[in-house]
């Protein structure tokens, strides 16, 4: 079983910043790629960021220049710095990670709401 748990949804306003945090556990043997995704109410869910083993990191077009995706690879955590928060970005978070088994693990998501 692998268990991934997210933090650090919350409200904020616009132009602020939260940061989100997610941790692999149980039996992971090999962490092939770490992510966010995020889905909007009626929206499917699309791909955030995410950082590969080996250090590259695709962003979404919304995402670049706002959102910064970083790695403990020690921890198996995964987080995302997100800065100048837009309405548009309210969404559930989700935190995932693909072992190198190809294997696709999601966390229960996390709420971000940005409005004043």
């Known amino acids: 079983q692998v268990q991934l748990a997210e933090s650090g949804g919350g409200l904020v306003q616009p132009g602020g910043s939260l940061r989100l945090s997610c941790a692999a556990s149980?039996?992971?043997?090999?962490?092939?790629?770490m992510g966010w995704y995020r889905q909007a109410p009626g929206k499917q869910r699309a791909l955030v960021a995410s950082i590969f083993t080996g250090g590259r990191i695709n962003y979404s077009d919304s995402a670049k220049g706002r959102f910064t995706i970083s790695r403990d690879s020690a921890k198996n955590a995964v987080y995302l710095q997100m800065n100048s928060l837009k309405p548009e970005d309210t969404a559930v978070y989700y935190c995932?990670?693909?072992?190198?088994?190809?294997?696709?693990?999601w966390g229960q998501g996390t709420q971000v709401t940005v409005s004043s």
């Open positions: 995932n990670v693909i072992a190198t088994t190809l294997h696709n693990y």
């Open positions: 149980g039996s992971i043997f090999s962490i092939y790629a």
